[in-house]
Every structure is written in C-alpha cells, then in structure tokens.
C-alpha cells in the first residue's frame, strides 16, 4: 500500500444531504453538501422522499466534488461511504453507488460509520492544531446526543448518550412548539441571540452519569408555552427573543455540565464538539469557556465539517485505510450500527 500519496473520495447519504468529498493526505480537496429542500413542508424527515432524492442528488455531487478537487476517478485511492447508522433507504443509495463505483474503477472500499465519521472530523488537517489523545468528544446531532472517550482514532469508549431525544431534536422539538420551521435549530440560535437565557427558567432532567435525557425538557416546555399562551395569546411573539434564549441556555447548560465532568472524571484535558448541533453559538462559546476555566484545551471543527458532511467520511476513511482497515463489498448498510474499534496493533 502506498501510503505516502492517498486520494480519499467520500460519500456520505445517511439522512437527507447527499455529500461528496475529496481528502488528499489528509487534507480536503472538496466538500459539496447538497441537503434536500423536500422535507422542509413536513416538519422533518421523509424516509422515502430523502432515498429519491439521493438517487437524482449522487451523481451531479460526485461530478462536483471531482471537479472542484481537480481530480479523476483514476487520481482516487479509495472510496469511502457511511455504512450506517442512518435511514436504511438513504443510506443504500450512498452505499450501492460507492461499491459500484468500487468494482468498476477496481479501487478499495472503506466503510464507515457515521458517528466515527463526525467525531473524526476533529483530525481533518486544517491551520488548527488537532486534539490530543486522550480527547473527549460531545458529539449532538439530529439523532444522536453522545459523550465518546478517544484514546486513538478508533479506540472510542461511549461514556454516555441520550435515553430518548437527541440534542438537535430538543431544540427541533422546541422550536416546533414555538411555530417555527423545521429544522428549527438553527432558529432558536438564531431569536437567542437577542434574548435573555436566565427569564424562563424550565427544570434540569434527570439522567445518571453521563447520559441525557431531554423528552421532560420539551413537556415542560410545552406545558409553560401552553400556559402562557391562554393567558396571553401573543406571547410567543411577544417574548419569541427569551423563549429561545432560555430554551438554549437550558439545553447547552445540560450537555456542558456532563462534557465537563466526564473530562474531569476521566482526566482529559483536551475536549470537542462534533455534529450538527456543535454550530450552536452558545455551546460553541461555552465549551470555550469550559477549556478556559479547568485549563484545558477545546476543539471545534470549521462550521461545514459540524452539519452532516461528507469530509468527515473521507478523514474517517483515510484513516482506517491507512490503518489497512479495507471494506468488502458484503458489508451491508445498518440502519443500527455498532462503532468499528480497534487499535494500531
Ligand atoms: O449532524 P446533523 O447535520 O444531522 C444529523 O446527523 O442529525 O445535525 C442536524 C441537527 C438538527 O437538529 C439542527 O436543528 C441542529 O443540528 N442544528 C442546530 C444548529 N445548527 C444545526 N441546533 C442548534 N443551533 C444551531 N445553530
Ligand atoms: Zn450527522
């Protein structure tokens, strides 16, 4: 294996972006996202709608991501994919065409898994130094709310994850209760920052360790939001600012709280964000404000690597390729997908 000079082209389809990406050593060459704009009348995902439209979407990304790299299909190493976990349709679309493409150029295929995909995104070679190991990750997405201990790329221990919602569907969720769009994250980030994260005040839930659980947190909501409501039929428009800002303060108080003592517990002193949810402002600013407080330091992949992306795959799949880690094209797409451990020995 030449491991001097490796050419990754990645595709990721799990959800409903059809991403395509060119790494070179280490570095990214292309990062085309193309998210679906047909889900937005529904207030969320469409499983069936978002496998067509990876279908019409994969091929124009691959060409683009190809073009902006300046490179050829014969210029690619490998292919690597998102294996799962993710909608079993989408994810078919991804990984269909990447083996396809495999059998046809004769190149290797690396799978990988998607939650891998978004904590590995802290190692893409950028002007910012890369985290040391041991590093904790807090990675909060769509689906996923979860604290990962790293001792190596992929030597990663689950300290702690969600019981029920995830980060981004907490703040999905509350955004839905307000009347606002889906996906209403960024929304919320949007109102808060012009209101006052300390004016409605809603209860810590409960959850042992390092876990989340953020379902009691949206009936709450709910329940004030409806309260209010009767009361005074404008006030969501009325306090649109503060509703948001404390909702996000709640939110981003209960990940950090649990970030930082994982790190103090386990001894870490260098921690990161991964995931949609990790272009939060507020959490963005808090986690910095975290490192600062214990001395440690806090890593925060650029913005397009934080919302689903397929160089997160690509890095993911340059490093288990140099690892000789290679995919067959059996390996199946999984809807539910253990992470790939194992170590350089
Ligand atoms: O990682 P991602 O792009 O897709 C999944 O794998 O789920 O994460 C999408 C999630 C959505 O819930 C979206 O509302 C949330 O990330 N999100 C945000 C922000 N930007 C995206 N949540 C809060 N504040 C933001 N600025
Ligand atoms: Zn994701």
Redesign the pocket.
């Known amino acids: 294996m030449n491991t001097e000079s490796i050419t990754i082209l990645a595709i990721e389809s799990s ?1 409903d972006d059809t991403a395509a990406s060119v790494l070179h050593n280490g570095k990214i060459l292309a990062n085309i996202v193309c998210t679906q704009q047909v889900h937005i009348n529904y207030g969320g995902v469409v499983p069936e709608l978002a496998s067509r439209a990876h279908q019409q979407q994969i091929v124009p990304v691959v060409h683009e991501a190809l073009k902006k790299a300046q490179v050829t299909f014969q210029d690619i190493t490998a292919i690597a994919y998102t294996q799962g976990p993710g909608l079993l349709g989408s994810l078919l679309v991804g990984s269909s065409f990447a083996k396809g493409l495999a059998l046809a150029l004769n190149k290797p295929l690396v799978s990988v898994h998607h939650m891998q995909g ?1 904590i590995l995104s802290h190692f893409i070679h950028s002007e910012n130094p890369t985290p040391a190991f041991p590093f904790i990750c807090l990675t909060v ?3 996923h709310t979860q604290i990962v201990l790293l001792k190596d790329y992929f030597d990663m221990v689950i300290l702690g994850e969600t019981f029920d919602d995830a980060a ?2 907490a ?2 969720k509350s955004a839905k209760l307000l009347g606002l769009p889906y ?4 929304l ?2 949007k109102f808060a920052k012009n209101g006052n994260p300390l004016k409605f005040l809603f209860p810590t839930p409960k959850a042992e360790g390092y876990n989340f659980s953020f379902s009691g947190l949206k009936t709450s909501i709910l329940n004030f939001v409806q309260k209010e409501v009767q009361k005074n039929p404008n006030f969501i428009t009325e306090n649109i600012t503060d509703i948001c800002a404390s909702i996000q303060h709640k939110i981003v108080t209960i990940l950090l709280d649990k970030l930082e003592k994982a790190a103090q517990h386990y001894g870490v002193q260098h921690i990161g964000l991964a ?3 990790a ?3 507020a959490l963005r600013k808090g986690i910095e404000n975290v490192a600062q407080k214990n001395h440690w330091t806090a890593h925060i992949p650029p913005f397009e690597f934080c ?2 992306n397929a160089a997160m795959i690509a890095i993911a799949g340059y490093l288990k390729y140099k690892l000789g880690k290679i995919g067959q094209q059996s390996d199946s797409a999984q809807a539910r997908m253990d992470f790939d451990i194992f170590t350089h020995s």
């Open positions: 959800c978004h997405s769509g689906g981004g569907e703040f999905d996906p209403g994250g960024p919320i980030d995931g949609g949810v272009a939060n402002s919302t689903d």
